[in-house]
Structure formats: structure tokens, C-alpha cells
């Protein structure tokens, strides 16, 4: 079915996403503005990228060229979760507390940098299960 290759994949983003919720609310640090924020456990990216590449393999076999262009979409985008990603969010975090350092007049020059951006390894493994496992049961 045609609107399962769509629906699929946006229904692991957003089961990802309140599962981070859910963890950030135990962890006390409950806000559903974090529904929207990057980084954390379990990678939405992840998961929406492997119930894509599920889907295809299920409706159009796994020698088809869809699912090999979305195996390639999943690998390039989990890549750059841990990776880029993971990188620039290091960075936000070590400038922040260089700004932090300057004197008051001149740390309010300088905005808040993003600090959870990309994703860990075992972050993003867990979005790859948990896509792949939607895909599976839809």
C-alpha cells in the first residue's frame, strides 16, 4: 500500500520523539518543547530512516532500487547524526562555556548555542530497532 511508504516512517519519528519526552520527564526535565528538539534518546532520524528503508524492502523486495536509494538515505543520514551533527553539538557545548567566561557587557553579545544536536552511537542504534520494528508491525 502506497501510503504506508509515507506514513510509516513519519509514525517512527514521532513514536522516537515521545520517547524522548518520556525520558526527559523522568529524568525531571519534562517540557514538550523538547518534542521538537534534536539529539537524545532514541534518534528520530534514525528511526524514520529505517522504517523507510523497511518499508521499501517489504513492498518492493530488498533487490529492488528502492530500497537500495533508501538503504543509501538511511546510511548517509544516520552517518551524519553521529557524526556531524554529533560534532557541532561538542562544539556548541565548549563555546558556551568560553561565552560563559567573558565578562557580562560581553557575553551578552553572543546567543545560546544549541548543545543537543546529534546522536551517539547507541542513540542512534536504538532509533534503528525501534524504525525497523514499526515497519515490521505496520
Known amino acids: ?34 518534542f521538537n528538539h534534536y539529539g537524545g534518546m532514541p534518534s528520530s532520524h534514525s528511526a524514520m530512516v529505517a522504517a523507510l528503508a523497511t518499508v521499501m524492502a517489504k513492498e518492493f523486495g530488498l533487490s529492488s532500487g528502492y530500497f537500495a536509494i533508501a538503504f543509501a538515505y538511511a546510511f548517509l543520514t544516520i552517518r551524519d547524526a553521529v557524526g556531524l551533527r554529533y560534532q557541532l553539538g561538542f ?28 546522536h551517539t552511537y547507541i542513540q542512534a542504534l536504538a532509533g534503528i530497532i525501534l524504525g525497523i520494528i514499526i515497519a515490521i508491525l505496520a
Open 1 to 34: 500500500m502506497p501510503y504506508k511508504l509515507i506514513l510509516v516512517p513519519f509514525l517512527a519519528l514521532i513514536i522516537a520523539q515521545l520517547i524522548k519526552v518520556l525520558i526527559d520527564s523522568v529524568k525531571g526535565k519534562f517540557s514538550w518543547s523538547n
Open 91 to 118: 562544539h556548541g557545548k565548549i563555546l558556551n562555556k568560553l561565552i560563559k567566561e567573558l565578562p557580562d557587557d560581553k557575553e551578552d553579545k553572543y546567543p545560546y548555542l544549541q548543545e543537543r544536536l546529534g
